[in-house]
Structures are given as C-alpha cells and as structure tokens.
C-alpha cells in the first residue's frame, strides 16, 4: 500500500448500490487497485472518517457521481486502510458463502523422474477442523515449486489458492532422478466446499512460469469423500494464543515416541515452543501463535538411520539419509502424516522426531521436521520453520547437498531470502543499507548489515544472501537476518487475519 503516491478514488453513486473502485496512476496508466462494492452507511461512515466531507464541498449534494484526485498520501492511506478492512468484512462473508468450517484433502500421486511429472488422484478425504484464516483464502504469494487452485464451477471463481513445495521436488533434482522413475504420495488441503468445485495444480517451471499439470472436479456431496479416519488420537494444549481463524496454528506431531514416551513429548513440545517464542521476529507474535500436540504412539523408540542399518516401527515413517545425505531428516509419508495432523486445527506441521541426532529437513507448505534431542535442537527447529513456514531459501552454500542445478541463474528464484540480481527491484533492494555496493564485499559485512552477499542456495557464486550471516546461513539460533524476518513477519501477518 505504502507504493501508492498519487492514486485516484472514484466513486459511483446509483441508487441500489455502490461501489468503490481505487486506481492507481504509480506503476501504470490506470492500473485498478481494488474495486469492491459496499453498503451506502458504510461508505458515508467511511468517508466522514477519512474527512472527506470537507474536502469535497459537492458531496452529499450531488450523490450520483463524484469524483476527486488526491496528492495527500496520509488522506490516502487512511482511506486504502478503510476500504481494505471492509473488503475484509466482504472477504469474510465469502468464506460462509463458499466454504463449511472443516477441511478437505485431496491425496494424490506425484509420480516421474528428472524431466518430466504427472499428477494421479488417490483419494478424497473430509477433515474435521479448518485452522486456517477465513479471510486470507487467495494467496498473494508466488512461493513454492507448486501452487494449487480451487475454483466454484457455477461462479468461474478462484476461491482458494496455496504454494507449496514438496519432497518430490528436491528429488528430481538430484543425480538418481536422471536414471530413474519415483513416485511420492502427496496431498493439499483446503476448506470444505459447499458446491462444485475444479482443483488445478501447477508447476513453477524452470523459466519461473506457472504451468497447469492436472485437474479434478469434485463434488462435495460425492459418497466417495472418505468420512473415516485412521489415525484418531487426543491432542494437548502447548500455547493458546486464541481463535484459530486469526492466529498462527502449529501442531508438534511426535515421532518415534512409544506410548510411555508421551510424557516426554509433551516437554519436548513445551521446550521447543519455548524456543520458537524466545525467537525474533516470532517473539513479537506470542498472543498469535497457538502450539498444539497430538498424542500418537510409535511401536518403538527413534527414528530410521539407512546409513547405520538402524529401523524403527514408528507411525511417521520418517528417515535420516534422504538422497543418501545422513543428516537430511524427512518422511514420504504424507497420508500418515495428515493423518495424524487431522486431529486439531492447524495451519503449520512440525514433526519431532524423538533422538538425539544431528538432523532435520523442512520444506515450504509441507512440513519441518527435527530431532527433539540434540544439541543444536532451538537452532534446527527454526531454521527447518524458516522453510516450512515462511519459504525461506538455504543462504549456504559450501555443503554436501547433492542438489543439482536446483536453481535457474537467468531467473530470480522464488525464495524471499535468495537473489540473482536479474531483478533485485522486486526483492530486497528497498531494505538495503544505504550506500551499501551491490554486490557487498564480505569485508564490510559490519559495515552493511543489509546488502547483497555471494553465496546461497548451495552455490557459491551467481546467488546472493542479504547478510553476511544469517539462522538460514550458520549454525545460529535467534540470528534470522533483517530480509528473513521480514518475510516471517509476513506471513505472520498473512496467517493471523
Ligand atoms: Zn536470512
């Protein structure tokens, strides 16, 4: 909002309705901002608030039409705040209109090998709880590798829309994928809808486009949405910040903890949040983030280690040693862990895997999972969040990752924290300190707390990091870099509305 410097607000009265529509003369001709339509008393206790009345010495005589052109940015940002808080209201109506209070999940098949992929529908399931936001329904974002949409088929409307990434992803690039075909289980949820609905996923393609692989109608009133459940387990409070509408809602899921292990989970749970909490800028959001667990027993203690011989029945199926590298925690289960998942509301999954080796992996919309017992355990944690939670990039880059050409150098990668200067423009050039050269010298790194650091993303030259140092850079709790927190805060945002 804050880029709108001379815009334009027109306002049509006819006699049933109004609407408002706000343009902007900053970044195009006439580019339309917004264009919502609201009730008459809304709008006149709108415009008495913003002061609108004085400067416009026609108005109420002539209600048909009306237009003015305002140079005052504070007039104008008071009157954007105002139409976006009703557009809120509007977007909030929209949800009741659109969607039950509970949560629907499309399982499917991702299945292919280095160059190509296809998408196999598995099954429907309905969810009893819907923890997201009910007015953030549309995601503005463009982060992740894939993006689904859910569009009313009578209304030709997007009514849903989410990024994310997935195990699948990493894979096809690393050197197995160009000799062989896998397939990963994979899901998306969204909340339930109450007519027809066509769900279309995309890829992020290699040039940076949005490319349409699959799509499937469903009919909420189908008898194949599965009703069952097979992981029901009671759940526990960690924090309770408030409604789960309008706050951030995590759930800790235990892995490899027997059923007397439960009491140590739940510390394990307390001490991470504590960790969570204690970190900037997360510190800021304690009142807005709810913490729960869930109460699900393994068979026996631990989790797998391939490398070392070592297997444990545990009910996440998850594993050290993914693509071979034996600190790279991750689980392909992702039925199970739904599963699991389903029996609170929640926004965000953490898996803790209870063992005390060094290990974890996170990925954007997907999940972050971590051991509950090692040393660097408040490091790892926020770090693996960092992915999950916010789409954070990796800012290192002298490691044994077995990724190969992850990133495209003629393209910005879609990571906040991550630039190939081919647009810096539209990633964190406004937050740079001044004067600082780009690209920064490592030598200043004091001087130029924020600039455009070599290195990141597993590669050494031809990517940039924001700071010298950084949670997503070295081994470092509480040390997330100014870039990084803002792209946290964010999604605080995005999520607590
Ligand atoms: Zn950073």
Redesign the pocket.
């Known amino acids: 909002m804050s880029d709108v410097f001379c815009s334009e607000i027109i306002l049509l009265f006819p006699e049933k309705f109004l609407q408002v529509q706000v343009h902007s003369h900053f970044t195009s001709d006439n580019l339309l901002l917004l264009s919502i339509n609201v009730s008459p008393i809304a709008l006149l206790n709108l415009v008495k608030a913003v002061k609108m009345v004085q400067r416009q010495p026609e108005y109420p005589n002539n209600p048909y039409f009306c237009k003015q052109l305002f140079n005052n940015n504070m007039l104008m940002k008071s009157i954007l705040l105002s139409l976006m808080f009703i557009a809120t209201l509007n977007a909030s109506a929209q949800f009741d209109k659109f969607f039950y209070n509970k949560t629907l999940r499309l399982d499917y098949v991702h299945t292919g090998n280095a160059t190509s992929d296809a998408y196999a529908l598995d099954e429907l399931i309905e969810e009893p709880y819907w923890g997201g936001s009910k007015v953030n329904l549309v995601s503005p974002l463009d982060y992740g590798n894939y993006k689904f949409t859910v569009t009313d088929i009578e209304t030709g409307t997007i009514i849903y829309s989410r990024g994310y990434s997935s195990l699948f992803s990493e894979w096809q690039t690393t050197a197995e994928a160009k000799e062989t075909f896998r397939s990963y289980p994979e899901n998306v949820i969204f909340p339930f809808p109450k007519k027809p609905v066509m769900v279309d996923f995309y890829n992020h393609t290699r040039e940076g486009e949005w490319f349409k692989k699959f799509s499937y109608r469903i009919d909420p009133n189908s008898y194949f949405i599965k009703k069952e459940r097979r992981h029901e387990y009671p759940s526990f409070v960690v924090n309770k910040a408030g409604d789960p509408a309008v706050c951030l809602d995590i759930v800790f899921l235990p892995e490899g903890y027997t059923n007397t292990e439960m009491e140590k989970f739940k510390a394990d749970c307390a001490r991470l949040a504590d960790f969570l909490m204690k970190c900037a800028p997360f510190n800021e959001y304690s009142g807005k983030i709810n913490i729960s667990g869930v109460l699900a027993p393994s068979i026996e203690s631990g989790a797998d280690i391939p490398g070392e011989e070592v297997w444990k029945k545990t009910v996440l199926n998850s594993s050290f040693y993914t693509f071979d590298i034996d600190r790279y925690l991750t689980t392909s289960d992702m039925k199970s862990v739904r599963d699991v998942a389903a029996n609170v509301p929640y926004d965000q999954i953490c898996v803790v895997a209870n063992s005390q080796v060094y290990g974890g992996g996170g990925i954007y919309n997907h999940y972050a999972l971590f051991t509950s017992d090692n040393a660097y355990a408040n490091y790892v944690f926020v770090h693996e969040f960092g992915h999950s939670f916010a789409g954070l990039g990796d800012?290192y880059y002298n490691s044994e990752v077995a990724y190969e050409d992850i990133y495209n150098l003629k393209i910005e990668p879609w990571e906040p924290?991550l630039t190939t200067l081919v647009d810096f423009d539209s990633k964190w050039k406004n937050m740079v300190t001044p004067d600082a050269p780009i690209p920064t010298r490592e030598g200043d790194k004091n001087k130029y707390p924020v600039g455009a650091y070599e290195g990141g993303g597993y590669l050494t030259k031809g990517i940039f990091?924001?700071?010298y140092d950084?949670t997503?850079k070295s081994l470092s709790y509480n040390n997330?870099?100014p870039?990084?927190q803002k792209a946290i805060v964010d999604m605080l945002e995005y999520f607590t509305k």
């Open positions: 800012e924290n990091r924001p700071s950084c997503m997330f870099c870039v990084c």
